[in-house]
């Protein structure tokens, strides 16, 4: 069974750094998509970072792109995501996802499991 578990997270002011993480279990597709989404009260789930198991590249949404860094640890089995410079916009509830379907690794619709989420505050 395929488990997805964040940590991390809380509040700080703008500017300040946080740190998210996850820890992946029960996963083992070949050609995985996998990375961070995230969803402000009243708006729809968006992708954060991501990437495809097969390569190193890791894409950044323009929002967060110079600021916020993904990396995985394939020994630990977990995914974490450094995010500095950060700024009131982006509060919101942060999600660790993987994918065993086809897709576009930046689409919510391609990934069939989910964390349970994790607060990110950040006050101006």
């Known amino acids: 069974q395929v488990r997805l578990v964040e940590s991390g997270g809380g509040s700080v002011q703008a500017g300040g750094s946080l740190r998210v993480s996850c820890a992946v279990s029960g996963y083992t597709a070949s050609r995985r998509c996998i990375g961070w989404f995230r969803q402000a009260p009243g708006k729809e789930r968006e992708e954060v970072a991501t990437t495809l198991s097969t390569t190193t590249f890791t894409h950044y949404a323009d929002s967060v792109e110079g600021r916020f860094t993904m990396s995985r640890d394939n020994a630990e089995n977990t995914l974490s995501l450094q995010m500095n410079s950060l700024k009131p916009e982006d509060t919101a509830m942060y999600y660790c996802?993987?994918?065993?379907?086809?897709?576009?690794?930046?689409?919510?619709?391609?990934?069939?499991?989910w964390g349970q989420g994790i607060q990110v505050t950040v006050s101006s």
């Open positions: 996802a993987a994918s065993t379907n086809a897709g576009p690794c930046a689409a919510t619709t391609t990934y069939n499991y």
